[in-house]
């Protein structure tokens, strides 16, 4: 089952606050870079968490794409649709 926008947004709001100490309201047009200043380590460190998370695994050009939220949550949800894990 893919999970929902809202249940993506939750996870990385979680990953966000307990992993790397961001808490910042965070909405789907949040930008990660702008307006968290998550640097390529942070970067790095969420995406490797949501794969964990729900099973996926981003290809090496995903990373370059993400920009917002809302980017993140259309990657990992595209991914368990593709059955990539």
């Known amino acids: ?3 929902s926008q809202q ?3 939750a996870v990385i709001q979680r990953v966000l606050k307990e ?6 309201k965070v909405t789907l047009a ?3 870079f702008a ?15 949501l794969e964990n ?15 917002t939220v809302q980017t993140v949550i259309d990657l990992v949800r595209r ?7």
């Open 1 to 3: 089952m893919i999970p």
């Open 7 to 9: 249940e993506v947004l």
């Open 79 to 85: 991914r368990l649709e593709d059955g990539d894990d």
């Open 35 to 49: 307006e968290l200043k998550l640097d390529s380590i942070q970067q790095l460190s969420l995406v490797v968490e």
């Open 53 to 67: 998370h729900f099973r996926v695994a981003f290809d090496g050009g995903d990373e370059g794409r993400i920009s």
């Open 30 to 32: 949040t930008d990660l």
């Open 19 to 24: 992993q790397l100490q961001v808490d910042a």
